[in-house]
């Protein structure tokens, strides 16, 4: 059974620092590809950073340049640096993984089969 167990959000003040981790269980890590997305309330979950089996990357826009997606396949973990944090990066971020494994690098909620429980991320102005 595939787990996935995010950790290391909590409270940080604007242009501070996060990073956030997500430990997967439950099958070979390395051969599929990982996302974060995140869900502010009374948004709609959104697509924020991907790293394929192979450790190609792609972030949204409002994130580029401030965040790096990153994978441990020793460790079975995937890691999300977030610098330069604003009010508006506050929500819950969620690991996500597929269910087939040499995939794509998937934006969509839809092309995910996996899902941890979230951490809370809140930036303060």
């Known amino acids: 059974q595939v787990q996935l167990v995010e950790s290391g959000g909590g409270l940080v003040q604007a242009g501070g620092s996060l990073r956030l981790s997500c430990a997967a269980s439950?099958?070979?890590?390395?051969?599929?590809?990982m996302a974060w997305f995140r869900q502010a309330s009374g948004k709609e979950r959104e697509f924020v950073a991907v790293i394929s089996w192979n450790s190609g990357t792609y972030y949204a826009d409002s994130v580029k340049g401030r965040f790096t997606i990153s994978r441990d396949n020793a460790k079975n973990t995937v890691n999300l640096q977030m610098n330069s944090l604003k009010p508006e990066d506050t929500a819950v971020y969620y690991c996500a993984a597929p269910d087939r494994p040499w995939g794509r690098q998937g934006r969509t909620k839809d092309e995910y089969t996996y899902w941890g429980q979230g951490t809370q991320v809140t930036v303060s102005s």
């Open positions: 439950g099958r070979t890590f390395s051969i599929y590809t």
